[in-house]
């Protein structure tokens, strides 16, 4: 079963940038849509950004609009999450998930990594 390892988190003044990458395991990787979630203490896990297993169909949710960019590298096997001027309430574990179609709901995606932890802090 595939796993996703997910890289780049850490401490940041808020306006500032980070770039989240994720590597899956499995080889499959190239069929699957890939997803960044996102949770914050004490509230549910939300969705940031949406990729279809081509990069041809993106989605973002409202919350970072305009701030985030998802991307893959197929021939890495790698999906990016580059996340610009970023604000405090934009703290958060974020989640790297596959799955078969590029979904909206959590409860679509069947793999999912651990987390990296994103702190946007003075």
């Known amino acids: 079963q595939a796993q996703m390892v997910e890289s780049g988190g850490g401490l940041v003044q808020p306006g500032g940038s980070l770039r989240l990458s994720c590597a899956p395991s499995d080889r499959g990787f190239e069929s699957y849509a890939m997803a960044w979630f996102r949770q914050a203490p004490g509230k549910e896990r939300e969705l940031v950004a949406v990729?279809?297993?081509?990069?041809?169909?993106?989605y973002y949710s409202e919350a970072m609009k305009g701030r985030v960019t998802i991307s893959r590298d197929n021939s890495k096997m790698t999906v990016y999450l580059q996340m610009n001027s970023l604000k405090p309430e934009d703290t958060a574990v974020y989640y790297c998930a596959g799955g078969s179609e590029p979904e909206i709901s959590s409860a679509k995606y069947k793999y999912w990594g651990q987390g990296t932890q994103v702190t946007v802090s003075s």
């Open positions: 990729i279809n297993y081509t990069g041809g169909i993106v």
